[in-house]
């Protein structure tokens, strides 16, 4: 069965740069979730998007964005890389937004900021 | 504010043990509850999901948990554990209110199973 794609799955980036992440969720699955877990750490959620609108918000940077776009992949954008960004970033996604739908996760990306 | 506490950070057990997992949740209303398990340099998978009726969860692997509500707890359980279940539990809670879905999950259980 088709799981959820991120790309890439490790990434290296100095302090200041910039980096971005991409999730492509399940055929069918509109809704698209980021997750952000620090080293030994519980992942914190970021963000959520739902038929392309944002939905949700929790503990994203201002230095973050993101946007799901028209296909349901969603790109989250990350400016002025801090050494604390360094991370496992999980995309999830559903098959609507609703909280009886399981949210089925990627692999991650490793994103290490030098 | 939803939250999820997972008391034990680390677990050793010998195959063939017996495991539960404590987890407890602080919201009042309707929560949906889940398990969800992370193999060393792998994504998260989910073992078992608790949305409504019997309070006794039946996951894959042979895992279980029951939803206590006047506890606010989701217990999750096997009776056996193998060498293979060595990897981090961890507990997570949505709530219906919560029209984004977003998961709230606890802090994790890392469980190494000697052989």
């Known amino acids: 069965a088709a799981g959820v794609i991120q790309s890439p799955r490790h990434l290296i980036k100095e302090k200041r740069e910039t980096a971005t992440l991409k999730c492509y969720p399940i055929?069918?699955?509109?809704?698209v979730y980021w997750y952000q877990q620090g080293p030994g750490q519980d992942p914190q959620f970021l963000i959520s998007?739902?038929?392309?609108?944002?939905?949700d918000k929790g503990s994203i940077p201002d230095r973050f964005s993101a946007q799901q776009f028209s296909d349901y992949h969603s790109e989250l954008n990350m400016s002025s890389l801090e050494l604390g960004d360094s991370a496992l970033y999980f995309c999830?996604?559903?098959?609507?937004?609703?909280?009886?739908?399981?949210?089925?996760f990627g692999p991650g990306t490793r994103l290490t900021v030098l | 504010a939803q939250s999820v506490s997972q008391h034990n950070h680390h677990v050793i057990l010998s195959e063939a043990a017996s495991l539960e997992l404590g987890c407890n949740y602080s919201?009042?209303?309707?929560?949906?509850l889940f398990w969800y398990v992370q193999y060393p340099g792998q994504h998260l998978q989910l073992l078992l999901k608790?949305?409504?009726?019997?309070?006794l969860v039946k996951g894959i692997k042979g895992f279980e948990a029951e939803f206590i509500k006047s506890k606010f707890s989701f217990n999750l359980r096997k009776p056996s554990v193998q060498w293979s279940d060595t990897a981090e539990y961890f507990c997570?809670?949505?709530?219906?209110?919560?029209?984004?879905?977003?998961?709230?999950f606890g802090g994790g259980t890392r469980l190494m199973v000697k052989p």
């Open positions: 997570a809670v949505n709530s219906y209110y919560n029209a984004g879905n977003m998961l709230t």
């Open positions: 999830a996604s559903s098959p609507r937004q609703g909280a009886y739908n399981e949210q089925f």
């Open positions: 608790y949305f409504s009726g019997d309070p």
């Open positions: 998007f739902y038929e392309k609108m944002q939905s």
């Open positions: 055929p069918r699955h509109d809704t």
């Open positions: 919201y009042g209303g309707t929560v949906n």
